[in-house]
């Protein structure tokens, strides 16, 4: 896990999770849109209500996540806790904060 890119993340080993129990998917719902900084970064968005994920940016959006590489790495393998990158400034918020709470569920692999 420790060598993965954001990229492989996102396209792979999320993809696989929310595509795999679409039920916990819709349920969470919502879009989020992740812009990670960083050398490995780039811009993913998670639908939940489809549920896909897909490169680059998508409009219609709830909630888009910033962050840099490192620190999304960190969140994944859950050497950072979601709130506490928050309240850190590691993690910057635009659109819906109350399903940005929801951020630990998705990218948590419990329950899924």
């Known amino acids: 896990m420790a060598d993965k890119k954001p990229e492989q993340i996102f396209m792979d080993d999320l993809a696989k999770r929310i595509s795999g129990n679409p039920d916990r998917a819709k349920q969470i719902g919502g879009i989020f849109e992740f812009v990670l900084d960083g050398d490995d970064g780039g811009t993913w968005s998670l639908d939940l209500g489809t549920p896909e994920v897909k490169a680059g940016p998508n409009e219609a959006m709830n909630v888009r996540i910033r962050m840099k590489d490192c ?8 050497n950072l806790n ?5 309240t850190q400034g590691k993690l910057k918020v635009e659109g819906n904060i109350a399903m940005a709470l929801k951020l630990q569920d998705v990218l948590s692999g419990k329950g899924w």
Do not use: V, W
Not at 71 to 78: A, H, K, Q, R, S
């Open 71 to 78: 620190d999304f790495l960190d969140i994944y393998t859950g």
């Open 82 to 86: 979601p709130m506490a990158a928050f």
